[in-house]
């Protein structure tokens, strides 16, 4: 009878497991659609998207998100009217607000604690980083993926605490850090994106996406300029598709197994698989270069 049980419950479990992550990757689902919404507001409200973040060059100061102007159309008006949006986000007077969890901006499946410490730059940009599966043979996806490398945020020195976020802007195909004021996506520095501009299609250009904390941690608020990886916590670039074996920080990937969520500029959300073709995944991150994509082709 022992026996028997163990069988049952041994088969049961995959089953159960599976039926929570399907759970999860619903309310990311979710998660992103509401944010797509109070972007769509955002837009009816100022007739324009907010942008990547907002900066002086080359300062990147005071850097405020996307995310962070959007904070009213997700009902955290509380939490946009403790920001003075002309101060630094590493100023003092903030410390509560980058303490401050937004769990609309969190994938459930993205397991840990809401608060880290962020690292501070050392000077360079990401690096390639590769993960294995438990038996040691390559993985494109990281549901299953063992990170073989050192997480950013657990070098040294820190700078302070502060809340994670998993979805951050497209900024485009190109290398964030070359011409972080430039990007061929939605968001960038200083960005006025607006409806119009989607050239290639609403339906067919992402402008948000997930990404997971295994290279280090994402977060809302914007851009720190003494932070590792500063300007891409907030934004992501598409040189690599969803869940690559060699993964850059700024790559969008997820816990989900196969792919990870996107929103749409139209404001729908679509999972994308690791398995897309790349040109088609970077056709998708540009909003004015007039390629044809169909829905069939993600």
């Given at each position: 009878m022992i026996a028997i049980i163990g069988i049952l419950?041994?088969?049961?479990?995959?089953?159960?497991q599976a039926a929570r992550e399907a759970a999860r990757r619903m309310g990311c689902s979710n998660n992103?659609?509401?944010?797509?919404l109070a972007i769509h507001n955002y837009h009816s409200a100022f007739d324009r998207l907010p942008s990547g973040w907002i900066a002086d060059e080359p300062s990147d100061e005071p850097g405020w998100s996307w995310g962070a102007a959007s904070l009213p159309f997700m009902e955290q008006q509380a939490i946009h009217e403790k920001i003075n949006f002309s101060v630094a986000i590493e100023d003092a007077m903030h410390q509560a607000v980058r303490e401050t969890a937004i769990q609309t901006l969190i994938c459930q499946s993205d397991v840990g604690s809401d608060l880290f410490m962020i690292a501070e730059s050392a000077g360079g940009h990401h690096h390639a980083h590769s993960f294995a599966s438990s038996s040691g043979a390559s993985s494109s996806g990281c549901g299953t993926g063992t990170q073989m490398n050192e997480n950013t945020d657990?070098?040294?020195?820190?700078?302070?605490?502060?809340?994670?976020?998993n979805y951050v802007g497209v900024f485009g195909t190109t290398e964030i850090e070359d011409d972080p004021f430039h990007g061929d996506g939605t968001f960038y520095g200083n960005s006025k994106t607006r409806f119009r501009d989607f050239l290639d299609g609403m339906s067919s250009t992402i402008m948000l996406g997930e990404r997971t904390?295994?290279?280090?941690?994402?977060?809302w608020h914007g851009v720190i300029p003494e932070a590792a990886e500063a300007e891409a916590r907030?934004?992501?670039?598409?040189?690599?598709?969803?869940?690559?074996?060699?993964r850059h920080f700024d790559d969008f990937s997820s816990q989900h197994p196969g792919g990870a969520n996107f929103t749409l500029a139209d404001g729908s959300v679509r999972f994308i698989t690791e398995f897309i073709d790349l040109n088609v995944y970077q056709g998708l991150a540009t909003r004015h270069n007039h390629e044809v994509i169909k829905a069939d082709d993600f």
């Open positions: 419950v041994g088969l049961l479990l995959p089953a159960v992103l659609k509401q944010v797509g657990d070098s040294e020195p820190k700078l302070f605490l502060i809340a994670k976020a904390t295994e290279l280090g941690s994402s977060i907030i934004v992501g670039s598409v040189d690599h598709t969803p869940n690559p074996h060699i």
